[in-house]
């Protein structure tokens, strides 16, 4: 590990983790001890006081959040997110998570062959997938699966509802 280099790696797991993260998980991830994650951190907060995001402190954990000022301009651009229909290529993602539950961002990506970071975070925003788990790999990557606002949202009452894969596969 670089010691030069480990603010930039506790910013990059803040950033991607989406989710509060302890001063162990981060140690443990970048190899530096807790009293050196909380120095690096603590400037990280001071840098933030003027920028776009913060770095809040949840009980033991630490998230990245936007600023709170700029809570009015963020709820417009979600809002404007919401208001369109789900591009081809989300209800393609979305038809992939459907069959292939629990997935990884990374094998979803595998199959469609492009990055899937913003449709993830569309459909996630929309209620119609979430975070079910993490993967027994390396990295523990997030699982996604489907909620019941999909099933609303595709007009049936159930999974068993949908056409299996190999109806799909035919048509």
């Known amino acids: 590990m670089m010691i030069n280099n480990l603010k930039s790696q506790i910013e990059s797991l803040l950033l991607v ?75 393609e993602t979305l038809a992939i998570i459907v069959y292939k539950q629990p997935i990884t961002r990374a094998e979803i990506e595998s199959i469609r062959g492009t990055d899937c970071s913003r449709i993830l975070r569309v459909l996630m925003i929309r209620g119609l997938i979430e975070e079910v788990g993490r993967k027994e790999a390396p990295g523990r990557p997030i699982l996604y ?20 894969m190999k109806e799909v596969a035919s048509a």
């Open 17 to 91: 983790a989406g989710k509060p993260v302890s001063l162990k998980e981060i140690s443990n991830t970048v190899g530096a001890n807790a009293t050196l994650i909380q120095t690096e951190l603590n400037k990280l907060i001071e840098e933030y006081k003027t920028r776009g995001f913060r770095i809040i402190k949840k009980g033991e954990k630490y998230l990245l959040a936007s600023a709170q000022e700029n809570a009015e301009v963020v709820a417009k651009f979600l809002n404007e997110e919401l208001r369109y229909d789900l591009s081809p290529a989300a209800l």
């Open 145 to 164: 699966g489907t909620t019941v606002k999909m099933l609303t949202y595709l007009g049936v009452e159930n999974e068993n509802q949908l056409p299996q």
